[in-house]
């Protein structure tokens, strides 16, 4: 009996992978089932394998020359290649374990084969982002920007959760290859390369907003820009998950509330003041769903992330319930839309299903906007200004009406005199 307990505690030691002393929190994780299975193509990359999760899969593997394209043309520009690469490979050897760590999951690749992805992977990516901004020279025939389908789909793929690297890998990479001429950092190529992800409208970065964050991979850059700018302002909203929905566009019109499209940095910058909803204009195209979805997946799976990214979708959800919604926000340009109407409306619908909430940051805004709606005198003028007011044929019988009532008036005081 006491050596089938040796056994069998011996057996669970030696599955119990990670060492408890650990202080290091995964960051890079699989997307879970309950997730993905709402749209697993949003979740896989297209042709482009990043880190370990999809290493070596059979469909991506034709992309891996133009990695080692690109890392041939960064060591060329260096003085000695061969050096050059030494120097990244030893960097990125110190911090094999670290990065190791980064993965939800035991990555099995032995260190040679860890090292040589992360080192090819990560050059690649910083390269890229170089091009992209002008940093360095494009060679005319150069395979991602001499076709548009590429730059589409590492606009997909650099974006997915399961196809991460850790961002202090990048840095280093950045740093051991950096030439004399360049001029920006990787924080600012990278928020660069994904600018137009969300919106057509070019916001100015600011990156002094980044200075005391710790970034653990590009998908979490991406959503420290979504959320840094909004600072503190929807902090103490977010306290209870106990909401009432936001109406519909249409029926927020029709109690008087308008829409207005403002300038913002984040398209999470949603506020409603005197009966005016404000929220930045948002582009819906290609990348936008499998950027919505790893964004929300990446706030369920990674601890004590603020669920900033899914509080936005439920809160476009409720605002958009059929095309006649969707046409409101694009006439007030809040919603730019490329896409087939019909899919846009029921876009934001999937999105959050199964994602669960500790905590909504629009709690108080849907309570400002339903109490407005309650009103009467808002719902009474925009029922006289929808119907008398709409045409100008309306708007000159109305006035037409107002002269003759005035006239009659006056008509019957002089009468009485």
Request: charged fraction near 20%.
């Given at each position: 009996m006491a050596g089938e307990i040796e056994s069998m505690a011996s057996n669970m030691r030696s599955k119990m992978r990670r060492d408890t002393k650990s202080s290091s929190t995964p960051c890079i994780f699989r997307i879970p089932s309950i997730l993905r299975r709402h749209n697993k193509e949003a979740y896989i990359p297209n042709a482009f394998s990043i880190g370990p999760f999809h290493h070596g899969e059979k469909h991506l593997e034709d992309r891996e020359m133009i990695k080692f394209d690109y890392l041939q043309g960064l060591l060329d520009r260096n003085g000695d290649p061969e050096a050059t690469l030494m120097k990244c490979i030893r960097e990125i050897t110190n911090y094999e374990t670290k990065a190791r760590e980064c993965y939800a999951e035991e990555i099995l690749m032995n260190k040679q084969a860890f090292i040589e992805m992360l080192v090819l992977?990560?050059?690649?990516?910083?390269?890229?982002?170089?091009?992209?901004?002008?940093?360095?020279?494009?060679?005319?025939?150069?395979?991602?920007?001499?076709?548009?389908?590429?730059?589409?789909?590492l606009h997909h793929d650099l974006i997915l959760l399961e196809n991460q690297i850790p961002w202090f890998v990048l840095e280093r990479l950045f740093w051991s290859t950096r030439g004399s001429s360049e001029t920006k950092s990787l924080l600012q190529l990278a928020l660069d390369f994904f600018d137009n992800i969300?919106?057509?409208?070019?916001?100015?970065?600011?990156?002094?907003?980044?200075?005391?964050?710790?970034?653990q991979h590009i998908l979490d850059l991406l959503r420290s820009s979504l959320v840094l700018p909004l600072g503190q302002q929807q902090d103490q909203e977010g306290s209870s998950i106990s909401w009432h929905p936001i109406p519909s566009a249409t029926s927020i019109k029709e109690s008087g509330i308008s829409f207005r499209k403002v300038r913002s940095p984040s398209i999470l910058d949603v506020k409603f003041r005197r009966g005016t909803l404000e929220m930045p204009s948002i582009l819906i195209q290609e990348t936008v769903e499998p950027a919505f979805r790893n964004l929300i997946s990446y706030e369920q799976c990674y601890p004590n992330c603020s669920p900033?990214?899914?509080?936005?979708?439920?809160?476009?959800?409720?605002?958009?319930?059929n095309e006649e919604d969707m046409e409101e926000l694009s006439k007030s340009g809040i919603l730019i839309n490329w896409l087939n109407p019909h899919d846009t409306t029921q876009f934001f619908k999937m999105l959050y299903h199964d994602a669960f909430l500790k905590e909504f940051h629009y709690q108080k805004?849907?309570?400002?906007?339903n109490e407005y709606q309650?009103?009467?005198?808002?719902?009474?003028?925009?029922?006289?200004?929808?119907?008398y007011f709409a045409k100008p044929w309306a708007i000159v019988s109305q006035i037409v009406a107002a002269?003759?009532?005035?006239?009659?008036?006056?008509?019957?005081?002089?009468?009485?005199?």
């Open positions: 992977d990560g050059c690649f990516i910083v390269e890229l982002f170089r091009k992209d901004a002008g940093e360095v020279r494009k060679s005319e025939n150069d395979p991602i920007f001499s076709t548009s389908c590429m730059l589409q789909f969300f919106s057509s409208e070019k916001s100015p970065i600011q990156l002094d907003l980044f200075a005391n964050q710790e970034i900033r990214v899914t509080c936005y979708a439920i809160l476009v959800d409720n605002l958009i319930n805004l849907c309570w400002e906007v309650q009103k009467l005198w808002p719902k009474w003028r925009a029922f006289y200004t929808h119907n002269i003759v009532i005035i006239l009659a008036f006056l008509r019957t005081i002089y009468s009485m005199k």
